[in-house]
């Protein structure tokens, strides 16, 4: 049987140590209230010591030079955003001959994740190279995210390539990231879509390329998304709708045509709404079969497509709306809008 008197010295130790631990705390917590108005006074010295010596041409700030390295990277933050042309790049050369590129390079090879993204948060504010390609490899999605926006800042070969495999990442944050960023990037980015699309690696990256090449609307990208519309994978073929209302032309009218029987509604709504971002009112009689859709979204899309249309979308709109088609007369007078505001027939 144990002691009654050793069970009572360890929940004395114990605690005690508890008690240690509460005070440690404490005085911690009273050190960092008693230290913070310091340190926004140091930080604002310094910020307005900084901007004086870089409007001066002055090449280097004291105050500046005294903060601890963390608080020189807030002050680097705070300054950068709010400043354009010379200023800018003065701040940045300042950054930089003071070791915080340097120390944020170190950072981007640490072994924490946190560490590797607060290096490349800075290395993009700053404007610098790095190991982009490194982390955009990185196995945590936050640290990937930064990379993206870092690399297409001053996006090589290399890394434009890389972007455009990154369309399949397993992460959604991600993956809208690197879109995002391709569609800024804009023109360049079109050769490396097209061998990302015909490299077949997978049906992710072809629908988010897709996506994509709808955002560009480039004539190059015209025949590969007139092929996929032919694809048997539904996403892709949708995505693929879209990009041929983008890039236009006689042949991607027709094939939108075609795709207007197709037996997924994403398919057919996507067809109708580049039919009608490309005016083609010659598509007319196809759409307005569509206004008896069994989904509403494709009813609706293919009523502002034929209200787009001008004349003729409008009598294809009125003979529905005096049908007596339930869902499709609804839709057809819905987008005429009320009986008081119609031309007259």
């Given amino acids: 049987m144990i002691d009654t008197g050793f069970l009572l010295t360890v929940f004395a130790a114990e605690l005690a140590l508890l008690t240690l631990i509460l005070l440690l705390l404490v005085i911690r917590s009273i050190l960092l209230a008693l230290r913070g108005p310091g340190k926004r ?10 901007i004086t010596a870089i409007e001066s041409d002055r090449p280097t700030s004291y105050p500046f030079a005294k903060l601890r390295r963390s608080d020189q990277v807030e002050v680097i933050f ?5 400043l354009s042309g010379e200023p800018k790049t003065r701040l940045a050369a300042v950054a930089t001959e003071s070791g915080i590129a340097d120390w944020a390079l170190r950072w981007c090879y640490s072994r924490r994740w946190y560490m590797r993204l607060r290096g490349a948060e800075v290395l993009s504010v700053l404007g610098q190279t790095g190991p982009a390609l490194i982390l955009l490899e990185d196995d945590r999605p936050e640290v990937r995210m930064r990379a993206v926006e870092w690399a297409s800042m001053l996006p090589d070969p290399a890394e434009l390539e890389m972007l455009c495999l990154m369309l399949g990442d397993p992460d959604p944050g991600v993956r809208f990231t690197v879109m995002d960023c391709l569609l800024r990037i804009g023109g360049e980015v079109v050769e490396p879509l097209i061998r990302a699309i015909e490299g077949g690696t997978g049906p992710e990256v072809t629908a988010a390329a897709m996506r994509v090449a709808s ?19 539904t996403g892709v073929r949708a995505a693929a709708a879209a990009a041929c209302g983008s890039v236009g032309g006689q042949v991607a009218a027709e094939t939108l045509v075609s795709l207007l029987d197709d037996p997924d509604q994403e398919v057919r709504r996507e067809a109708v709404n580049s039919l009608g971002r490309m005016n083609s009112w010659a ?10 859709d ?8 293919a009523a502002v497509a034929l209200d787009g249309f001008g004349p003729l979308g409008s009598l294809y709109l009125r003979r529905v709306a005096r049908g007596d088609d339930g869902p499709a007369s609804r839709v057809a007078s819905q987008a005429l809008g009320p009986p008081e ?3 007259p027939t």
Avoid: M
């Fill in 294 to 301: 069994p989904e509403w979204s494709v009813r609706r899309a």
């Fill in 215 to 233: 955002g560009i609307g480039d004539h190059r990208l015209a025949e590969l998304a007139i092929r996929h519309c032919r694809d048997p994978r």
């Fill in 341 to 343: 505001y119609r031309v």
């Fill in 283 to 292: 598509s007319s009689p196809g759409v307005a079969r569509l206004l008896g």
């Fill in 78 to 82: 705070d300054l950068l955003p709010n």
């Fill in 41 to 50: 006074r140091r930080i604002r010295e310094a910020e307005i010591d900084l």
